[in-house]
């Protein structure tokens, strides 16, 4: 028995090292008493590597000289040398006691390179990359990097793009390595469709969200290009849409995108539950604070019993309530709306919970995005700054006070926990667009005939917000140039503060056949007394020279030929409650502006003009508005009102009627002299007229209503007649890839025989 027990441990041994020695370095386990008797390794030795030196290879291995052969540690040492990314091919051997190391280096790359990319640039691919020049070599790593570019052809619209990795060899194992990309065509929206609507139409629906189909008109947008982000906006757009109509149980179920099989477009299907619509049943006001009269809040409530539930108006009386309780000197207050449905009779009954909010105090205020804008130019628009108390009315007055600003595509302001539970941090999110504008214009104005301009301007000077503008404009009346600047915040104050030059040539031949020349400048500054309630002052110096009057001109303005000076001071009081300067839906807007001359110069008058514009939404799209302005000027110390400076309505300011088209005439020449007392005003609605919302088309209905008279000049010679002249009519504007175009067409339906009437009225091809 001994010697057959002999027998097999001599065979487990002679098993053992000719597993051990397969290529491949891979030992089969032994048992314990086999792998005792394994020789001692007595050197390491490295072949086939080039760069790498040998004793760092071998520091990788968790086996070294001095231990016993042991399949376990060399398996280990096999998978820990391909870890490190260094090589191609390991092979682990062993010669009687030497263990042999053969490696197959990667190569290092010399140079990246992307063909067929027309769409994206390079600059733009290096940057997503992760593989540079004299980084080692791996297909995992190229792999990775077709994964990342295709993920950016795939974000700007390209799914059908492919992407094939090509290597080069070169001497001295290097590699040029270049992305062959085949960007293919844009991957276009197909078809919208909704599943589950019962009370809107498929076409009604995809008015209303951001993703669209595609068509022939939408080459200047993306917005039917499949994107992942624009479809989750597109759910909140749809819940939007059915909670301001009453539908309180509206829920997308799912928005499903499905890629054709040959990947040149999608099918997107939205999935809805619309629900029951409801009403509004009783609505109540609850406070928690102390002190708070709630009686005279419920002039903010904006929701009324027996209307339907509409979300935006009870956001917006959310706002109304915490602005109007913030004014009392609450600074932490929380309005909750609380809805309780009858599903029974179709009622909900809302309560707007007043209460004290979290005592949150703001920690810090983040801004991201602005790669040129300075962070100050965004910070001085917050209503908030770091430790005071977090109030979320000031926060959106803020968000919109930055939108204002023009500079921005995007702006989006969200809040998060700071470092403890009583601060936050308000975190800002911008997108850049362009505020530089080089303009070069021609067109046709129904007022200044056949018009050429260049115009060079940079609202966002150097990053600071500052406005710098110089304009060229020629057409069949007017010769001008204009350079203007503003500081809005100077001296690192809420001040705004410029200047403009100009000069002006006009030859006013619908006022009578004389040239007018004007030489000046303005000093002016602005700045706020309330956040709605704002004033500016100027000073202005300007020498007006009137010549080349016609023979046949009115006798009153050949008085007037010669040269005058003027030297004035003005301000300006606006109240402006409007939702937005740049496209105003709802609010009001009120202005008063006054002129005095006579400091110096040999002009002395003194100017009041009053005027005022409300703004109401009767549906997002169909938008109100009712203006209204006044004005009057007089002499001072016994000196008569000049040509110049009087009064001239018509045209833009009262539709129907040419420039300077109403007020006092030469009885003679019928040439208009203006006028020193002035009043208009005009109803508008405007509203969409159907077609894509790419086009950007809209119409409008007016009536427009005014009047001029008043002259220091009395007698026979002069038509003066201070009637009301009013028309009405209709305009089409379209907002073209080449700038506006306006058509108006207007009926007179009041006026004297004198008048000066236009009935239709139009501008195109302001720029391009």
Same mark, same amino acid.
């Given at each position: 028995m001994a010697r057959f027990a002999q027998v097999l441990g001599t065979l487990a041994i002679v098993l053992a090292g000719i597993v051990g020695a397969v290529p491949g370095g891979i030992f089969a386990p032994a048992p314990a008493q086999a792998q005792s008797s394994q020789p001692i390794i007595t050197a390491i030795r490295v072949e086939g590597n080039q760069r790498i030196e040998a004793d760092t290879i071998r520091s990788?291995?968790?086996?070294?000289?001095?231990?016993?052969? #042991?399949?376990?540690?060399?398996?280990?040492?096999?998978?820990?040398?391909?870890?490190t990314g260094l090589f191609a091919d390991v092979k682990i051997r062993r010669q009687n006691s030497v263990l042999i190391v053969s490696v197959?280096?990667?190569?290092?790359?010399?140079?990246?390179?992307?063909?067929?990319?027309?769409?994206?640039?390079?600059?733009?691919?290096t940057a997503e990359v992760q593989l540079r020049p004299r980084v080692v070599y791996t297909r995992t790593k190229v792999q990775n990097d077709v994964a990342r570019i295709l993920s950016i052809y795939r974000r700007s619209g390209r799914f059908a793009a492919t992407v094939v990795p090509k290597v080069i060899q070169l001497p001295q194992n290097r590699v040029d390595l270049v992305f062959e990309i085949n960007e293919g065509p844009l991957t276009k929206i197909k078809r919208?469709?909704?599943?589950?609507?019962?009370?809107? #139409?498929?076409?009604?629906?995809?008015?209303?969200?951001?993703t669209k189909e595609s068509r022939w008109y939408r080459f200047l947008t993306t917005d039917d290009t499949y994107d992942p982000d624009r479809l989750t906006?597109?759910? %909140?757009?749809?819940?939007?849409?059915?909670?301001?109509?009453?539908?309180?149980?509206?829920?997308?179920?799912?928005?499903?995108? %499905? +890629?054709?099989?040959?990947?040149? *477009?999608?099918?997107?299907?939205?999935? /809805?539950?619309?629900g029951k619509r409801y009403r509004l049943g009783d609505v109540e006001i609850k406070s928690k604070l102390r002190d708070l009269d709630v009686a005279k809040l419920k002039d903010e409530v904006t929701t009324?019993?027996?209307?339907?539930?509409?979300?935006?108006?009870?956001?917006?009386?959310?706002?109304?309530?915490?602005?109007?309780?913030? #004014?009392?000197?609450y600074a932490f207050v929380d309005v909750r709306p609380k809805i309780?449905?009858?599903?029974?009779? +179709?009622?909900?009954?809302?309560?707007? %919970?007043?209460?004290?909010?979290?005592?949150?105090?703001?920690?810090?205020?983040?801004i991201n995005g602005n790669y040129r804008t300075l962070d100050k130019v965004i910070r001085r628009e917050f209503r908030l700054v770091e430790g005071d108390a977090f109030n979320t009315a000031k926060l959106r007055r803020s968000e919109q006070r930055i939108r204002n600003l023009g500079f921005f595509d995007k702006v989006d302001v969200k809040t998060r926990e700071g470092s403890a539970p009583d601060k936050a941090i308000i975190d800002v999110t911008v997108s850049e667009q362009s505020t530089g504008e080089l303009t070069f214009g021609i067109g046709l104005s129904s007022l200044e005939g056949p018009l050429a301009d260049v115009s060079m301007r940079e609202r966002n000077l150097l990053g600071r917000g500052q406005d710098l503008k110089l304009s060229f404009s020629i057409s069949g009346r007017r010769q001008q140039i204009d350079l203007s600047f503003t500081e809005p915040y100077f001296l690192d104050r809420e001040l705004a503060a410029g200047f403009d030059v100009f000069r002006r040539k006009i030859d006013v031949t619908d006022q009578g056949t004389f040239d007018r020349d004007s030489l000046g400048f303005v000093l002016r500054a602005g700045y706020p007394i309330t956040d709605a309630l704002r004033q500016s002052v100027r000073y202005?110096?300007?020498?007006?020279?009137?010549?080349?009057?016609?023979? #046949?001109?009115?006798?009153?303005?050949?008085?007037?030929?010669?040269?005058?000076?003027?030297?004035?001071? *003005?301000?300006?009081?606006?109240?402006?409650?409007?939702?937005?300067?740049?496209?105003?839906t709802e609010g009001y807007l009120i202005k008063l502006k006054q002129d005095v001359a006579g400091l110096g110069g040999n002009v002395r008058y003194l100017r009041n003009e +009053?005027?005022?514009?409300?703004?109401?939404?009767?549906?997002?799209?169909? /938008?109100?508005?009712?203006?209204?302005? /006044?004005?009057? /000027?007089?002499?001072?110390?016994? %000196?008569?009102?000049?040509?110049?400076?009087?009064?001239?309505?018509?045209?833009?300011?009262?539709?129907?009627f040419a420039a300077s088209g109403i007020g006092p005439r030469d009885a003679a020449t019928l040439d208009a002299l203006g006028g020193n007392t002035f009043a208009t005003t005009s109803a508008q609605i405007s509203f969409p007229l159907g077609f894509p919302a790419e086009f950007d088309v809209t119409g409008r209905t007016f009536i427009d209503a005014g009047t001029l008279t008043g002259l220091d000049e009395t007698g026979a010679g002069i038509l003066d007649n201070a009637s009301v002249r009013a028309s009405a009519g209709f305009g089409i504007s379209y907002l073209s890839p080449f700038g506006p175009i306006n058509i108006d067409f207007a009926v007179p339906f009041l006026k004297e025989s004198y008048d000066n009437t236009e009935t239709i009225r139009f501008t195109f091809g302001t720029r391009f």
């Amino acid at each position: 028995m001994a010697r057959f027990a002999q027998v097999l441990g001599t065979l487990a041994i002679v098993l053992a090292g000719i597993v051990g020695a397969v290529p491949g370095g891979i030992f089969a386990p032994a048992p314990a008493q086999a792998q005792s008797s394994q020789p001692i390794i007595t050197a390491i030795r490295v072949e086939g590597n080039q760069r790498i030196e040998a004793d760092t290879i071998r520091s990788y291995m968790p086996i070294a000289v001095g231990d016993r052969f #042991s399949a376990e540690r060399t398996n280990r040492a096999l998978k820990t040398l391909f870890a490190t990314g260094l090589f191609a091919d390991v092979k682990i051997r062993r010669q009687n006691s030497v263990l042999i190391v053969s490696v197959v280096e990667n190569p290092i790359i010399n140079r990246i390179a992307f063909e067929g990319n027309r769409r994206i640039s390079d600059e733009a691919l290096t940057a997503e990359v992760q593989l540079r020049p004299r980084v080692v070599y791996t297909r995992t790593k190229v792999q990775n990097d077709v994964a990342r570019i295709l993920s950016i052809y795939r974000r700007s619209g390209r799914f059908a793009a492919t992407v094939v990795p090509k290597v080069i060899q070169l001497p001295q194992n290097r590699v040029d390595l270049v992305f062959e990309i085949n960007e293919g065509p844009l991957t276009k929206i197909k078809r919208i469709s909704f599943i589950g609507n019962k009370h809107f #139409s498929n076409s009604t629906l995809r008015d209303k969200i951001a993703t669209k189909e595609s068509r022939w008109y939408r080459f200047l947008t993306t917005d039917d290009t499949y994107d992942p982000d624009r479809l989750t906006f597109d759910r %909140e757009l749809l819940r939007r849409f059915y909670l301001s109509r009453g539908y309180v149980d509206f829920r997308v179920i799912s928005a499903v995108a %499905e +890629l054709t099989r040959d990947r040149s *477009g999608f099918f997107i299907t939205f999935t /809805i539950d619309e629900g029951k619509r409801y009403r509004l049943g009783d609505v109540e006001i609850k406070s928690k604070l102390r002190d708070l009269d709630v009686a005279k809040l419920k002039d903010e409530v904006t929701t009324v019993k027996g209307e339907w539930y509409d979300a935006g108006k009870v956001e917006k009386t959310v706002q109304k309530l915490t602005d109007s309780i913030g #004014s009392q000197g609450y600074a932490f207050v929380d309005v909750r709306p609380k809805i309780e449905r009858d599903r029974k009779n +179709l009622t909900v009954k809302l309560t707007y %919970e007043i209460g004290e909010g979290p005592r949150v105090f703001v920690e810090r205020i983040n801004i991201n995005g602005n790669y040129r804008t300075l962070d100050k130019v965004i910070r001085r628009e917050f209503r908030l700054v770091e430790g005071d108390a977090f109030n979320t009315a000031k926060l959106r007055r803020s968000e919109q006070r930055i939108r204002n600003l023009g500079f921005f595509d995007k702006v989006d302001v969200k809040t998060r926990e700071g470092s403890a539970p009583d601060k936050a941090i308000i975190d800002v999110t911008v997108s850049e667009q362009s505020t530089g504008e080089l303009t070069f214009g021609i067109g046709l104005s129904s007022l200044e005939g056949p018009l050429a301009d260049v115009s060079m301007r940079e609202r966002n000077l150097l990053g600071r917000g500052q406005d710098l503008k110089l304009s060229f404009s020629i057409s069949g009346r007017r010769q001008q140039i204009d350079l203007s600047f503003t500081e809005p915040y100077f001296l690192d104050r809420e001040l705004a503060a410029g200047f403009d030059v100009f000069r002006r040539k006009i030859d006013v031949t619908d006022q009578g056949t004389f040239d007018r020349d004007s030489l000046g400048f303005v000093l002016r500054a602005g700045y706020p007394i309330t956040d709605a309630l704002r004033q500016s002052v100027r000073y202005s110096a300007r020498r007006d020279k009137i010549t080349n009057v016609d023979n #046949s001109a009115s006798i009153f303005i050949k008085a007037q030929e010669g040269a005058n000076t003027t030297s004035s001071i *003005g301000q300006t009081l606006s109240f402006d409650k409007r939702d937005s300067t740049i496209n105003p839906t709802e609010g009001y807007l009120i202005k008063l502006k006054q002129d005095v001359a006579g400091l110096g110069g040999n002009v002395r008058y003194l100017r009041n003009e +009053l005027s005022g514009r409300y703004y109401y939404p009767f549906t997002p799209k169909w /938008i109100g508005s009712v203006s209204g302005n /006044i004005g009057n /000027i007089f002499g001072l110390f016994g %000196e008569k009102v000049r040509l110049n400076d009087r009064f001239f309505i018509g045209g833009s300011r009262l539709r129907g009627f040419a420039a300077s088209g109403i007020g006092p005439r030469d009885a003679a020449t019928l040439d208009a002299l203006g006028g020193n007392t002035f009043a208009t005003t005009s109803a508008q609605i405007s509203f969409p007229l159907g077609f894509p919302a790419e086009f950007d088309v809209t119409g409008r209905t007016f009536i427009d209503a005014g009047t001029l008279t008043g002259l220091d000049e009395t007698g026979a010679g002069i038509l003066d007649n201070a009637s009301v002249r009013a028309s009405a009519g209709f305009g089409i504007s379209y907002l073209s890839p080449f700038g506006p175009i306006n058509i108006d067409f207007a009926v007179p339906f009041l006026k004297e025989s004198y008048d000066n009437t236009e009935t239709i009225r139009f501008t195109f091809g302001t720029r391009f």
